[in-house]
């Protein structure tokens, strides 16, 4: 069965607004089954740290691509899509309506426009990147790359050690940035674009949610879970990886960090994640922006009233 991107949904927005509540609800009243779009959800061993579906969530509804890619073998937004494609496509063979949900920004636009295959890269220049991490730290490095390509650096989390060594990779062997790349592209699309809610939630209040999520996910086991990756001996890929928190958590365990300290960075982090996140979506043209208060209950009515318009 062909997929109709038509009829897919998706929820997006930044990180504490509330997407996976809203996209459970949507699944529960039109017969949906949720497909991650989250470029850390799908890293299995994260579950807590990422804030992933718990058990009583994936009991919900039908859950898919959450948890299922090996950090120790990143998954590439070309890959990502391929396998995206699929599930949505199966989904809709099977008579339910796929739901996309996450705050990935760059899986949504691949999804809709597309992504051109980056230029491969040399094993000699991956090794000496690699090597010039190793002996002179990751901030050296995202240093290169503000200077370099200040507007792809600023995209980036200063962490994100994948990610920065892919875009001073394009730029190294390009001569441009990887954004300017993308803005090449010719932009026709071949089908129409899903329908994509955003969640819009006032920033004091985002603020707020952020911290009680960050203290509630150590609550939940978030330690542990980071604890049990070192044991597997997965430390190194999952600084690689670098979701938000787990390097704050390990400082902890190595003795660098109170736990106090480690809920505020990564307080901290998020928030900072989240407006990036903000700033990416606010320029999607197709979005569709619900503004939402948590603490009623997000007023799932009006989303629910306007899919019911677009899909029947």
């Not at 051109?116 to 094993?123: E, I, S």
């Not at 730290?137 to 060594?165: E, F, K, S, W």
Request: glycine letters at 8%; aromatic letters at 8%.
């Amino acid at each position: 069965m062909e997929l109709e991107l038509s009829r897919c949904v998706a929820v997006v927005g930044p990180t504490g607004a509330g997407k996976s509540e809203i996209a459970l609800t949507l699944a529960e009243q039109f017969g949906g089954e949720l497909v991650c779009m989250d470029s850390m959800q799908i890293y299995k061993g994260l579950t807590i740290g990422t804030n992933g579906p718990d058990a009583a969530e994936r009991a919900r509804v039908p859950h898919h691509l959450f948890g299922f890619a090996d950090i120790q073998s990143p998954l590439s937004s070309v890959a990502y899509v391929e396998r995206a494609r699929a599930v949505l496509a199966e989904i809709q063979a099977r008579g339910n309506l796929p739901i996309l949900v996450g705050g990935t920004g760059l899986y949504l636009k691949a999804l809709v426009e597309g992504l051109d295959p980056m230029p491969a890269t040399p094993p000699e220049l991956r090794e000496r990147l690699n090597r010039t991490v190793t002996e002179k730290g990751l901030p050296h490095v995202y240093r290169l790359l503000q200077r370099l390509d200040p507007a792809g650096a600023a995209r980036l989390h200063a962490n994100d050690r994948q990610r920065i060594q892919r875009f001073l990779e394009v730029r190294l062997l390009s001569g441009k940035s990887i954004l300017d790349l993308w803005a090449q592209r010719e932009k026709t699309q071949c089908e129409p674009v899903p329908i994509v809610i955003g969640c819009a939630v006032a920033r004091e209040i985002l603020v707020e949610q952020i911290q009680l999520r960050a203290g509630k996910m150590l609550e939940n086991g978030w330690i542990e879970e980071t604890r049990l990756l070192l044991q597997a001996g997965l430390q190194e890929f999952l600084l690689q990886l670098a979701p938000i928190g787990y390097d704050e958590i390990i400082a902890h365990l190595n003795g660098r960090r109170t736990l106090d300290d480690v809920a505020t960075k990564i307080a901290i982090q998020t928030r900072q994640y989240a407006k990036r996140q903000v700033t990416w979506f606010r320029k999607v043209p197709y979005i569709q922006w619900f503004h939402f208060d948590p603490y009623s209950g997000y007023n799932t009515a009006r989303i629910i009233a306007f899919l019911n318009q677009r899909l029947h």
